[in-house]
């Protein structure tokens, strides 16, 4: 017989609070169109974007995290004192060590939580938001700040007329506590590492300092470019409208409710022709509310659920307690799906 004493963990979590933080530049179609050949009618029509948030050099991913969480705790009515755990799920934090979760929680005043990285790209928050509710319920912590932060301006190929207009930067964070019923449901995840070549970063770290130069690629005026993400769209979206769709439903069959039940619909904001055509097919009712952050934002990958989800409920489109389906993919091919509670 095991010697170990059980955990006395909450018997459920659920989201306390979220903030977000947007940057203060706003970058229209127009700023992109000065190195692609493009025009502001075919992004919008293929993307659904009209503008997003570039970062100045002030605005590091630590600085939009610390902002974007300070809300976050004050929306939970707790103090930095009590958060037990930071989770960063970020794809654009280029130190490869010390992770970033560990300036964040000591210059928030969190004390001295666990505090660590993650990557799992546009599926990041998903996975940060599985791992605290695993926490509270094991037991380990009573509140886990989520935090998805990017800067996808420092990974954007400004030429590249596929991906130049899509990405955007920001931080969303969220805190979790425990609840005295379910308001975070099963989660719905998995990997698809066989479609892993269809977003990626075109250079390694290694190559661009260390590689054979006549094999990098070059910018119009011959200069090495920066790692940058690229994708392969056609075969991104199809997975995305298809695949992504029955991962959704499995995720509302998980938690026992129907597309009828929902309240509100949160996917990674990557595409908006992605997103109504995800809500054609799980056939969501006139009620649910949607949430297109993604024409003012653009795509902030780990970002873009807590972000949507602090200006629905900042702008009533959503309200406290509302039930909520949220689904991020992306890179790996990754992704997670959950109901949660708004909070």
């Known amino acids: 017989m095991s010697k170990i004493k059980p955990s006395k963990g909450a018997p459920y979590a659920r989201i306390l609070g979220v903030g977000g933080y947007r940057p203060t530049r706003v970058v229209p179609n127009e700023v992109i169109l000065e190195t692609i050949d493009s025009s502001d009618e075919w992004i919008r029509s293929r993307s659904g974007i009209v503008t997003r948030h570039w970062a100045s050099d002030e605005e590091t991913v630590a600085m939009m995290s610390i902002e974007a969480s300070g809300k976050a705790i004050a929306d939970a009515g707790i103090t930095p004192e009590q958060i037990g755990a930071v989770i960063v799920s970020t794809v654009s934090h280029f130190k490869q060590t010390p992770a970033v979760a560990t300036e964040i929680a000591h210059r928030i005043g969190a004390g001295k939580p666990a505090a660590f990285d993650i990557s799992a790209g ?3 928050f998903g996975y940060g938001l599985t791992l605290a509710k695993g926490m509270i319920v094991e037991g380990s ?9 990017e800067r996808l301006s420092d990974l954007t190929d400004l030429e590249d007329r596929a991906t130049a207009f899509l990405f955007g930067d920001g931080a969303g964070a969220v805190v979790v506590g425990p609840s005295q019923e379910p308001a975070i449901g099963p ?8 479609k892993s070549e269809t977003i990626k970063q075109t250079v390694s770290w290694n190559e661009l300092h260390i590689g054979d130069v006549s094999t990098l690629p070059l910018d119009s005026k011959g200069e090495i470019k920066f790692p940058a993400i690229t994708q392969e769209g056609q075969s ?4 995305a409208v298809y695949e992504m769709a029955k991962v959704a439903q499995q995720a509302l069959d998980a938690a026992g409710i129907s597309p009828e039940d929902l309240d509100v619909f949160i996917p990674h904001q990557a595409n908006m022709r992605i997103i109504d055509s995800m809500v054609k097919t799980l056939k ?9 952050d993604i024409e003012s934002t653009g795509n902030t990958s780990a970002a873009s659920i807590p972000l949507a989800m602090e ?8 309200k406290s307690g509302d039930t909520a389906l949220v689904i991020g993919f992306g890179a790996g091919l990754v992704y997670a799906a959950t109901v949660v509670t708004l909070p």
Do not use: K
């Open 141 to 149: 912590a009573e509140h886990v700040l989520v935090i998805g932060v």
């Open 122 to 124: 546009c599926a990041g």
């Open 187 to 194: 989660t719905v995840w998995g990997s698809e590492g066989d």
């Open 236 to 239: 991104v979206f199809r997975w």
């Open 311 to 318: 200006r629905l409920l900042a702008t009533g489109q959503a």
């Open 284 to 292: 969501l009712p006139e009620h649910v509310t949607v949430a297109r």
